[in-house]
């Protein structure tokens, strides 16, 4: 999903800055013409240091993706603490701390946009998902509440919630049970990440976007 949301930006004309914890991000971007950081998530210092070297590149930034790995699964009672710890570090904070570093400059700049792929679950909590459920869930408040704060400053923050995506094996029984009756594709969330982090997305903030082909259920 991250690397379809990479070549869409790329195509759209953005230049990039893309972590991850191995090669892959230096890989991509060194295709796409970007460049690549070597870093986690869940390290303060990291995030810290991929926000530096795009500065230090581009001399500003203009729009952020927070696209993170899938926080820790297992049956509810039985996750230990540091399980939920983890996924609180992987799934909430990276962008509150991510928020921090980029909001200065955004400011600074006079706007900027904030994207993060979040999950169905944090509407309609599932237990196959305990951890990204409950965490998402709180994810979605602080983007509102992040929204409030800045949108009058021209800075903007939403969150795309994809249901099941074809970045991995989907069975049959699950595309059943989507009103469209298919996975969703990657290159459809990255559309929607696009829209929200465009000049089309401007009077779009606060909002939990979901990419999920009919699959929730709440309105």
Same mark, same amino acid.
């Given at each position: 999903?991250?690397?379809?949301?990479? #070549?869409?930006?790329?195509?759209?004309?953005?230049?990039?800055?893309?972590?991850?914890?191995?090669?892959? !991000?230096?890989?991509? +971007?060194?295709?796409?013409?970007?460049?690549?950081?070597?870093?986690?998530?869940?390290?303060? !210092?990291?995030?810290? %240091?991929?926000?530096?070297?795009?500065?230090?590149?581009?001399?500003?930034?203009?729009?952020?993706?927070?696209?993170?790995?899938?926080?820790?699964?297992?049956?509810?009672?039985?996750?230990?603490?540091?399980?939920?710890?983890? %996924?609180?570090?992987?799934?909430?904070?990276?962008?509150?701390?991510?928020?921090?570093?980029?909001?200065?400059?955004?400011?600074?700049? %006079?706007?900027?946009?904030?994207?993060?792929? &979040?999950?169905?679950?944090?509407?309609?909590?599932?237990?196959?998902?305990?951890?990204? &459920?409950?965490?998402?869930?709180?994810?979605? !408040?602080?983007?509102?509440?992040?929204?409030?704060?800045?949108?009058?400053?021209?800075? #903007?923050?939403?969150?795309?919630?994809?249901?099941?995506?074809?970045?991995?094996?989907?069975?049959? +029984?699950?595309? #059943?049970?989507?009103?469209?009756? #298919?996975?969703?594709?990657?290159?459809?969330? +990255?559309?929607?990440?696009?829209?929200?982090?465009?000049?089309?997305?401007?009077?779009?903030?606060?909002?939990?976007?979901?990419?999920?082909?009919?699959?929730?259920?709440?309105?």
């Amino acid at each position: 999903m991250g690397e379809a949301i990479s #070549r869409r930006l790329a195509e759209d004309g953005y230049k990039l800055t893309l972590m991850s914890r191995s090669q892959a !991000a230096h890989d991509l +971007a060194g295709e796409l013409g970007g460049v690549g950081f070597t870093g986690s998530v869940s390290s303060a !210092a990291d995030l810290k %240091g991929a926000v530096d070297c795009a500065l230090e590149t581009y001399g500003r930034l203009d729009a952020v993706v927070c696209n993170t790995g899938h926080a820790p699964k297992g049956e509810l009672l039985a996750l230990s603490d540091e399980e939920w710890y983890g %996924g609180f570090d992987l799934v909430f904070l990276n962008t509150v701390r991510l928020a921090r570093l980029v909001t200065p400059t955004m400011l600074d700049q %006079g706007g900027g946009s904030i994207v993060n792929i &979040s999950t169905f679950g944090a509407i309609e909590p599932s237990l196959s998902f305990p951890v990204s &459920s409950a965490l998402r869930s709180g994810l979605g !408040a602080f983007v509102k509440m992040y929204a409030d704060r800045y949108a009058a400053d021209r800075i #903007r923050m939403n969150s795309v919630l994809p249901g099941f995506i074809d970045s991995y094996d989907v069975d049959e +029984a699950t595309r #059943r049970s989507i009103p469209m009756l #298919r996975a969703g594709h990657v290159s459809e969330v +990255a559309s929607a990440v696009a829209f929200l982090l465009s000049d089309d997305g401007a009077y779009v903030t606060g909002q939990s976007i979901r990419v999920d082909g009919g699959l929730t259920r709440s309105f």
